[in-house]
């Protein structure tokens, strides 16, 4: 209880003032004022759901925490989400205007105690002048057993993000692996196609090789053969350049006996 508040008074000369008072509690005694009001009704069984909402706006008042006493239209509806409520900060405010309980035509934040009013269908009258009565020991009790389930729930939260956590690096190694293993088959398959494009020029350096040693040897073989060529008609000429010589010198001969022939032909005559 804030210094200088009375835990068993509001303050105020009318109910509105003394609602007043109550929304600018903490959420811790705005919880208590409920819990103490109706304990004997439906407090003590819903003890531990009230702490639950004081810490859960303990949780979302990020300026104030524990010392807060009311939540932004944004976080209203995150404590709402928070506990699977249907009810919203538009409809619980239109519930508080038709109650009287709001009387503000704009209301910029929402304090536990509007909430509470409409979680459990309290009326805000009854509720400002309740006999607080002396539930210390019980509200004491009901908060340290949902200290206890607050405790083990983180717990159980920094366990599921350590788990989770894990799973990420698990996933993220084995991405890594899945990523070098790629690059390995890529690598491998790029290895091959370069082996494969070698042999293929290879391969086609020889036949460029075969075909050009082919094309050298026809040209060998026709060299050849046109040396051949030009040794036979050199022979042919050879042996047409003999005969022409054979028949001169025949016909010298035929033409010296002729003339030989002659010549003892006109000596015959003479004599």
């Not at 702490?51 to 706006?57: E, G, L, Q």
């Not at 704009?106 to 009565?133: D, I, M, S």
Request: aromatic share 4%; hydrophobic share 40%.
């Amino acid at each position: 209880m804030a210094e200088g508040r009375d835990a068993y008074n509001l303050s105020g000369d009318n109910n509105d003032d003394k609602l007043k008072d109550l929304c600018g509690r903490t959420y811790k005694e705005q919880a208590i004022w409920f819990l103490n009001s109706y304990w004997e009704t439906w407090g003590e069984e819903n003890a531990e759901k009230l702490w639950a909402y004081v810490h859960k706006c303990n949780d979302l008042d990020i300026e104030q925490h524990e010392q807060g006493c009311a939540l932004d239209e944004l976080n209203a509806h995150r404590l709402l989400e928070a506990f699977d409520e249907t009810l919203t900060v538009r409809a619980m405010r239109e519930t508080l205007r038709s109650s009287g309980a709001i009387k503000e035509k704009r209301v910029k934040n929402v304090p536990l105690t509007h909430y509470l009013l409409c979680r459990f269908e309290v009326n805000w009258e009854e509720l400002v002048n309740a006999n607080q009565g002396d539930n210390k020991e019980e509200l004491e009790e009901a908060e340290r057993r949902l200290d206890e389930v607050q405790k083990a729930l983180e717990e159980s939260k920094q366990r599921d993000a350590e788990a989770a956590q894990a799973l990420q690096e698990s996933i993220s190694s084995e991405n890594a692996a899945k990523e070098r293993e790629a690059a390995a088959v890529a690598a491998a398959e790029e290895a091959k196609q370069k082996e494969e494009a070698a042999l293929a020029a290879a391969e086609e350096a020889r036949q460029k090789e075969a075909a050009a040693t082919a094309a050298a040897e026809e040209a060998r073989q026709k060299e050849a053969a046109a040396k051949a060529a030009a040794a036979e008609a050199k022979q042919k000429e050879e042996a047409a350049l003999a005969a022409a010589e054979e028949a001169r010198q025949k016909e010298a001969a035929a033409t010296a006996a002729a003339e030989e022939a002659r010549q003892k032909e006109e000596a015959a005559v003479a004599a």
